[in-house]
């Protein structure tokens, strides 16, 4: 069979892997090849046991691997055989020399531009798909415009902003698709080769084409008023616990005002995820970088509360549990850094964890997807941990149940049972609100909630 277009895809994570197969399915005249220099992350992708757990992707990957969607190590052949490249590497914080803590390392980044350069032999629109700093692609430009071969390079930014745990639905249904160009001739030709590809199935109104540093910069800024407004919710949650004022009865009140709006205002033991610490951090550097220390100071205090929230929830717990928590089993529900993914990468709850270890806790975790991320995230934690399946099993003799993540099934567990199990006085520290604190209390848990007046029998 020949296809109208060759599509290659570099990294094959949480973005690469869900992007591509939605492409691959919604465009069968298509042929869409995955890569990754991790030979174990190709394997999982061509087996029964994809490497993500993500809600629908199963499906998509069934129906559409080996047809028109395709996994391989050979990047090398990748790069030669396609003629659109997308880059979805990790682009982590960097954790050494300057801008360490801060800044985008964009190592894995400017190596895929080399290997990009060296083994082209025609033309190629590259597109960004991972989160780059403003002006990356200057940079991308300047390394692949070294050709000794004349091979022709256009550069795109195009940001993705699927959530975890939703990413079908929102690559299906995106509110909007960003596609950033360079306004020449040619930038605008290239440019035009990706909104034909999203134009399959996104109605064009949905595609935004803009500058390449709007583009580069709006993911960044994206992500900021996104966290912000977690942040905004947290901060007002600690003033409700002060002030018998309720957290959920504030969101409903000002999200119900049309210029505010109801989504994301769920107070919460904090964000967490691989990208809204490390995007606005990128963010804090470029500010820093150009000189705008108020600007930077502004969005830093995002992040501040988010660490401030986590510390708040242990001290809470503490306090509550008579200033000890030394010897007393605490069963953690949820692990992901939200419902819906086994993703645990800044979850708050290894923060929660840690600390409580070096309260001198017994920490007891259950997750539907994410103990095998947990047991890494906590291998080199000192003092005693199990890693358990069953909630009722995990949360057995507790002194206390703390919910870290939103999963559906904690909402629907038997807590009267719980209650039975547990160790007297039993607590239980909600922290997504996802249990009527009115109801756990009358069954005899002393329940602390986020934003909420305790409701305790002593
Ligand atoms: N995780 C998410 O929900 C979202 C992530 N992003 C951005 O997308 C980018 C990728 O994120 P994830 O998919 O979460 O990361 P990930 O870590 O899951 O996947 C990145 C993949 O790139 C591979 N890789 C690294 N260097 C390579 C190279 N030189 N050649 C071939 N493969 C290479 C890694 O082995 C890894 O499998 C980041 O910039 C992130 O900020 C954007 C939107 C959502
Ligand atoms: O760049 C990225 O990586 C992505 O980051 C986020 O997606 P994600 O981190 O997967 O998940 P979110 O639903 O945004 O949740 C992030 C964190 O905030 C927390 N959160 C969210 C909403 C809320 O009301 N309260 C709250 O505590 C969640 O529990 C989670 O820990 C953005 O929503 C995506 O648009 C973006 O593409």
Redesign the pocket.
Known sequence: MTFEKHILC????????PTMAMIAHQCPQYRVTI????PD?IAQWNSDVLP?YEPGLDELVKATRNRNLFFSTN?EQGIRENEIIFV????PTKTFGTGAGMAADLQ?WE??AR?ILEHSTSPKIVVE????PVRTAQAMERILNTSQNHVRFDVLSN??????GT?INDLKNPDRVLIGSRETEEGLKARNTLVEIYANWVPREKILTTNIWSSELS?LVSNAFLAQRVSSINAISALCEKTEADISEVARAIGTDSRIGSRFLNASIGFG???FK??ILNLVYLCRYYGLEDVADYWEGVIKINGYQQERFVRNMLTAMFNTLSGKRICLFGFAFKANTG?T?ESPAIYVARRLLEEQAEVVITDPKALDNARIDLADARGTVHFVDDPYEAARGCHAIAIMTEWALYGELDYARLYRQAEKPAFIFDGRNILDPRRCFELGFNVFSIGKRPLTHF
């Open positions: 570099i990294g094959a994570g949480y973005v690469g892997g890569v990754d220099i991790n992350r993500i990047i979805s590497v990790n682009t894995y190596k895929t290997q798909k991972s989160t780059l940001p993705e902003f699927l959530a975890e990413a993911k995820g691989s990208c490390k995007d993703d990468r």
